[in-house]
């Protein structure tokens, strides 16, 4: 599982950005740069694969707030990868991203399946509407939620399985991304094409 194979952490969360690199570069620095303090700076280098990555999502955003973009160097179109180290991964700022730029996105979130409580999901937007699913173990009950329309590369059978830890898991949204040209098991997919962006401000 790709959590247990490449992280350290129990639960990953990604924002897939359909647009080059340059553009997306630019606009999350016009909203980010905004935001808690006017300190930020910008650090450039090339991403040499995912075992980077997990001190990067796991140091404590009650001192330091980054974001790191890149395009991965497994996929032959403009596509941005844009994680955070701030627990929700930051989905406030890719809110407010995509209501400004509408660019077409998609949000994933993957949990280790040992977690106490998984939470599962799958969010497609773009300017036609949004569509999302999730799956989570709330206390000891399992949730889950779909909303908008089907989109043509869904298994909808998927969600009437029995079982509600069945109906979107970490191998359907991996599932979900292939049939979307996105291969986050590649190894390439966690290499940069080119450099990386990474946005940073401390916040004491």
């Known amino acids: 599982m790709i959590l247990n194979s490449r992280f ?3 639960s ?8 080059p690199l340059s ?6 620095k016009s909203i980010a740069f905004n935001t808690f303090t006017k300190k930020w700076q910008q650090n450039d280098y090339q991403l040499k694969g995912s075992s980077e990555l997990s001190a990067f999502v796991t140091e404590s955003d009650s ?3 980054k974001c790191l973009i890149w395009q991965p160097l497994s996929v032959n179109f403009d596509l941005v990868v844009f994680i955070s180290n701030m627990s929700d991964g930051w989905q406030s700022l890719i809110d407010i991203y995509f209501n400004k730029f509408k660019r077409e996105i998609i949000r994933i979130e993957l949990s280790d399946c040992m977690r106490s409580y998984p939470y599962y999901s799958f969010e497609y937007m773009n300017m036609s509407g949004e569509r999302f699913i999730r799956s989570m173990k709330d206390s000891d009950k399992w949730k889950f939620l779909e909303t908008g329309s089907a989109m043509q590369f869904e298994d ?8 509600i830890a069945d109906r979107i898991n970490n191998g359907i949204i991996i599932d979900y991304l292939k049939k979307k040209e996105i291969d986050i098991t590649n190894d390439n997919f966690w290499v940069s094409k080119g450099n990386a962006i990474e946005f940073s401000t ?3």
């Not at 990953?12 to 647009?19: A, E, F």
């Not at 909808?156 to 029995?162: C, E, G, Q, V, W």
């Open 8 to 10: 350290s952490i129990d």
């Open 12 to 19: 990953l969360r990604i924002s897939l950005i359909n647009c």
């Open 156 to 163: 909808t059978a998927n969600y009437k399985k029995r079982k």
């Open 202 to 204: 401390k916040l004491n």
């Open 63 to 65: 001192d330091i707030i």
């Open 23 to 28: 553009e997306v570069v630019a606009e999350i």
